[in-house]
C-alpha cells in the first residue's frame, strides 16, 4: 500500500484556529444489488470490479489507487483510519471491500462499508464547497458508467434510511478547547441537537473527544437540496460555532488568563521534556499547545508543525516514522523523542 | 401478534394518528404496564358475560396485517429482521416495507417525506414529475375541499399528462 509522506490534511487552512478540516461524505448504492449488508461475497466482489474498472474520464485523468483491503496489514488499516480516509468500522470489517484514494489524498473512495459506495474528501480548514466540489465530481463521473438506486420520492436510496435523501453528509473537525473550559459545552452539545447536528469525537462515531477535536455533522438527509445543506452549514451552523469558540476564548483570556497560561505552558513544557508520552497524552498535550499558539502564547512553535505532530503521535505512523516503536511501550520513548527533536529545532 | 419489544404476545394494542400518519403500538402485559397503560386482568369477554348473566357470541374479529412478518420480496428480509438490525436489505426494501418506512424516515428526518436535492443526471426529470406529482396531488386536494371542480378537473388532467406512479428503483 503506497501513501503520501505526509496527509495533506496537516496543512493548515481558512480559519484555523477552530476549523481543523471540512469533510463531505455522500452515500450511495448500485441499483440492482442488494445492499452490502445482504448481498453475497460474489456480489461484493461484483460492486468492487464495477467501481474500480469505472472510466472517470477527464475529471479524474489519473483515477483513483484502490487498496484491497484484504491484503493490507493491521497497521497499514489504522494509518487510513488515522488519516481519516476510512471509517473504524470499514477498517474492522471482514467484508470484500477496497478504498481508492486520489494522488492529493483528499478524496477517498470506500467499497462495501455500509453502502456500496461511501465517497468522502477532506480538505485542512473551512473549505466546505470546494470538499463539496470535488466529492460531487467523482460522483457524476461514475453515475455516467454504474446506475445508483434511487427513487423520486427517497432520493439516494441507502442501506439505513435514515441517510436517504441526498445522502450527503457535511461536517467539520472543530477544536473547541475554549468553550470546554468556560464550561459551556453541555449547553452547545444541547443546542446542536436540537438543530440536528450530530457532535462526534476525533475518530467519528463512537469516539472520545480527544483534545476537544470534535467533529459536526447534519443528521438530516432529507427534504432539502444538498446546495440548501451546504449554504446552511458554510454561512450559519460553523461560523456560529466559530464566534461561540472565539468568544469563549477571549472571556478566558480576560477573565481566567492564569488557567489558560498554565494549561498551555505546562503542556508546552511536558512535550518539550517527557521521556514517555502514550498517544491519548500526545495528542491531549498538542492540542492544548495549539491553543496556545491560536492566541499568540507559543511564539516559537507554528500552527502547522502542531498539526503535523497530532497525525504523527498516532501509533501506526508513529511506527512509519520510527521502526523502534514495535509496541506500546517502545511507542511511548520514541513518541516522545520524536516530539522533544520537532519542538527543539 | 408479538410484542415490540420482545417475543410475548401482545395484549395492548393502540393506534396513533398524528399529523396524518398512522403508527401502531403494539405490547405485551409487562411492557403495557411499563408504559403505564391499565391492562384489565380479566378477559373482556368474561367481564362481559358477568353483565349479561351469560357467555356472549364473540363474532371473529378481522386481523390487520403483521407488518413484522411482511417480507421484501426482493431480498427476503422481514420488516421484524430490519426493526432489529436498523439496516434495510435492498433498494426494493423501501417499496415493500410502506407504509412502515415512511413512519421511520418521517421520524428520523424531523418530518420530511419527499427527496427534494439532486437526482443522478440521467433521472433528473424522473425526480421532477415526482415533485410536480406531489405539489398537483396537494393542489387538487385543496381544490375539491373547497368545491372548485373546474379547477380540480384542471389539476386532475394536469396529473394525468404526467404519465403513471414513477417506481423506485
Request: some cysteine; aromatic content about 6%.
Amino acid at each position: 500500500m503506497r501513501l503520501r509522506e505526509e496527509s495533506s490534511t496537516v496543512q493548515v487552512g481558512p480559519e484555523p484556529d477552530v476549523v481543523v478540516s471540512s469533510r463531505i461524505r455522500l452515500a450511495r448504492n448500485l441499483a440492482g444489488f442488494p445492499f452490502v449488508g445482504r448481498a453475497s461475497d460474489a456480489q461484493r466482489h461484483e460492486v468492487m470490479q464495477l467501481v474500480t474498472r469505472a472510466q472517470l474520464g477527464g475529471t479524474f485523468p489519473q483515477g483513483l489507487a484502490w487498496v484491497n483491503m484484504a491484503q493490507t496489514s493491521p497497521v497499514e488499516r489504522q494509518l487510513l483510519v488515522e488519516r481519516h480516509l476510512v471509517s473504524r468500522h470499514f477498517a474492522d470489517s471482514t467484508l470484500p471491500r477496497t478504498v481508492g484514494v486520489d494522488a492529493e489524498e483528499t478524496l477517498s473512495v470506500m467499497v462495501n462499508e455500509e453502502d456500496h459506495l461511501r465517497i468522502q474528501t477532506i480538505l485542512p480548514g473551512f473549505r466546505l464547497p470546494d470538499a463539496f466540489d470535488r466529492a460531487r465530481r467523482f460522483d457524476q463521473a461514475l453515475e455516467e458508467t454504474v446506475d445508483f438506486a434511487f427513487s423520486p420520492r427517497w432520493g439516494y436510496l441507502t442501506a439505513c434510511p435514515t441517510n436517504v435523501g441526498c445522502g450527503v453528509r457535511v461536517g467539520v473537525m472543530l477544536h473547541l478547547p475554549g468553550l470546554r473550559y468556560t464550561g459551556e459545552m453541555e449547553r452547545v452539545k444541547r443546542a446542536a441537537k436540537d438543530m440536528h447536528l450530530a457532535m462526534r469525537g476525533f475518530y467519528g462515531e463512537g469516539t472520545e473527544a480527544v483534545g476537544n477535536f470534535y467533529q459536526v455533522s447534519n443528521q438530516l438527509t432529507l427534504g432539502f437540496g444538498e446546495d440548501e445543506l451546504l449554504r446552511r452549514f458554510t454561512e450559519e451552523t460553523v461560523p456560529q460555532l466559530v464566534e461561540y469558540e472565539r468568544t469563549a476564548r477571549r472571556m478566558l483570556t480576560e477573565s481566567n488568563r492564569p488557567l489558560l497560561e498554565d494549561k498551555v505552558h505546562r503542556a508546552a513544557a511536558t512535550l518539550r521534556a517527557a521521556r514517555l508520552l502514550g498517544a491519548e497524552e500526545a495528542t491531549k498535550l498538542l492540542a492544548n499547545l495549539r491553543l496556545g499558539i491560536c492566541l499568540s502564547l507559543i511564539p516559537d512553535v507554528s500552527l502547522e508543525l502542531v498539526q503535523r505532530l497530532l497525525l504523527q503521535v498516532q501509533p501506526a505512523h508513529l511506527a512509519r516514522i520510527d521502526p523502534s516503536a514495535t509496541d506500546e511501550d517502545k511507542g511511548r520513548i520514541a513518541r516522545a523523542s520524536l516530539v522533544r527533536r520537532a519542538l527543539r529545532s | 401478534m408479538k410484542c415490540d419489544h420482545c417475543d410475548k404476545p401482545a395484549v395492548v394494542h393502540e393506534v396513533v394518528i398524528k399529523g396524518g400518519v398512522t403508527s401502531e403500538v403494539h405490547l405485551c402485559a409487562e411492557h403495557a404496564a411499563q408504559k403505564g397503560y391499565q391492562v384489565p386482568t380479566v378477559p373482556v369477554t368474561q367481564l362481559l358475560a358477568q353483565f349479561a348473566g351469560q357467555i356472549p357470541v364473540v363474532q371473529p374479529v378481522p386481523q390487520r396485517r403483521d407488518p413484522a412478518g411482511t417480507r421484501c420480496p426482493g431480498c427476503g428480509l422481514t420488516f421484524a429482521e430490519f426493526r432489529q438490525s436498523g439496516v434495510l436489505g435492498c433498494p426494493g426494501c423501501y417499496e415493500s416495507f410502506m407504509p412502515q418506512i415512511g413512519t421511520v424516515i418521517e421520524r428520523a428526518q424531523a418530518g420530511a417525506v419527499h427527496h427534494v436535492g439532486r437526482a443522478p443526471r440521467r433521472l433528473e426529470g424522473m425526480a421532477d414529475r415526482a415533485a410536480m406529482r406531489t405539489k398537483l396531488l396537494q393542489e387538487l386536494d385543496a381544490a375539491v375541499a373547497a368545491e372548485q371542480y373546474e379547477r380540480a378537473a384542471s389539476l386532475r388532467d394536469r396529473l394525468q399528462s404526467l404519465g403513471g406512479e414513477d417506481a423506485g428503483r
